[in-house]
């Protein structure tokens, strides 16, 4: 993650809602909510939200692979390339 500049108080939130929400799904960057000086909240796009989610999915199955061939199981590369397929064309753009 780089540099966090869209920290924003919750009183500017509550005054410009729709204006930073259209900031919001225009930059893809996280908006990060402050209350009392202190960082509380993190706003995301929903296409940054699919992204995300998406990749923990990627990641969840990579470990679970790896826990599958330390136990001895495993498929053989056509259909792992056919679920690979599969799941890459779902990847949202």
Do not use: C, F, W
Request: charged share 30%; hydrophobic share 35%.
């Amino acid at each position: 993650m780089g540099k966090l500049s869209n920290i924003i108080p919750v009183s500017d939130l509550r005054q410009n809602a729709a204006k930073l929400l259209k900031q919001l799904r225009n930059s893809k960057e996280p908006l990060i909510i402050t209350q009392r000086g202190r960082a509380t909240a993190v706003i995301i796009s929903v296409d940054a939200y699919e992204k995300s989610e998406h990749e923990k999915e990627m990641l969840r199955l990579l470990a679970k692979g790896d826990r599958e061939i330390e136990t001895g199981q495993g498929y053989d590369l056509d259909t792992v390339l056919a679920e690979t397929n599969a799941i890459l064309s779902k990847e949202p753009s």
